[in-house]
């Protein structure tokens, strides 16, 4: 059974940092893309990065190309987002997930002064 939990999310300020993390179980974690998604209170559900089964290949939304980076550790099947330079609009649970039905229960990451 796929599970994915999602952690590192809290409060930051207007150009701060936080890194979050994917723990990733019940499947073959190297052999798939993995990618995070956020919602928005009010929002859809909104892609925002993914990156290969091998790490070689990363995509972003324009809206965090620059700040955010996705990377992965296959020997601990996990996924991570690197996120700088945090801005009010990236506020939002965010989630993982090789899809977006599987994703977990999210993390909340609120950008605040």
């Known amino acids: 059974q796929v599970h994915n939990v999602e952690s590192g999310g809290g409060l930051v300020q207007p150009g701060g940092s936080l890194r979050l993390s994917c723990a990733a179980s019940g499947f073959a974690f190297s052999n798939y893309l993995m990618q995070w998604f956020r919602q928005a209170p009010g929002k859809a559900l909104e892609w925002v990065a993914s990156?290969?089964?091998?790490?070689?290949?990363?995509r972003y939304a324009d809206s965090v190309k620059g700040r955010f980076t996705i990377s992965r550790d296959n020997t601990r099947n996990t996924l991570y987002l690197q996120m700088n330079d945090l801005k009010s609009e990236d506020t939002a649970v965010y989630y993982c997930g090789k899809i977006r039905d599987e994703r977990g229960q999210g993390t909340q990451v609120t950008v605040s002064s």
């Open positions: 990156i290969s089964s091998n790490g070689g290949e990363a």
